[in-house]
């Protein structure tokens, strides 16, 4: 019974819902349309650090809002338990912690808990001459706890694993136009205690972006999963100001949006981006 609850729930994690919150605000604002997309670290395609100026410190939040008035009044409802990522990084390498995934499930006599959380470690650098690469290790930690009432006697199962995930990505950048491919899931394993092993979907993506001029690009992307239908999106962003970003982005699978903008300030970037009812912002602080 415990065995069938708990491989149940695992399947729920769809591939899409494993990949976690974002680790930067930027990208659920240009709807995921990021594989060819650089200027922020960008783990979605790792090769990209390789074409960061600089690194820093960035910490994401997340919030689901409940109406406009929630939206706009955000600063307020932002506690530190909605941090969803922690980001370390610098050209060529970074380390960030994820939040994947937290799941509560309640019936009449059972309730089940589980999470999910990431550590990762990414390089890249040249590989030849406007061609770059990308290497991320992941490791996973999964805390699993079942309570139940079975023939009027409660029991509690409780059980953690360990996992590991391996993503490739390469960019190509010439003047005004780069293109960008990634591999997630290559290699993958989740181990448990007591319950048989679990394998991420392998998936892949292609993309390009398009910078016809300084202040604006334009980006279209192609996502698969293993056994999935083909997925496509689209971003452009608008950068009037030195100081200011705007950007948005559509899939079309599911027909939704997101929309965000980026402030800089100083040795800090503001970014705050909305999409499918919920908020992101993320901080990050430049370092010199």
Known sequence: MTMFIFLFLISLINPSEFGGLPADASVPGLAYSVVARYGFPNIDNVSALSLL???GVALTFGYVPQSIRDILNYGT???????TA???YSKNAAFYYRLINRKEVKTTNREVEYSIDEFSLAISDMLYYNLYGGLRLGYYFVRFGEALIKDGIPEVNLDT????SVDLGMIYKIKGICVGVSLKNVLSGIYYSKFSKDVLNLSGGAGINVEPLKFFSFSLDGFIEKNGKPNYSSALRITPLKWIGIFAGYTFSDKSYGIGMELHYKSSDFVISYRKKAVFVTWRYILQ
Do not use: A, P, V
């Open 53 to 55: 100026m600089r690194g």
């Open 161 to 164: 694993g360990n996992g590991f």
């Open 77 to 83: 409802h932002m506690k530190f338990r909605n941090l």
């Open 86 to 88: 922690i980001s370390l």
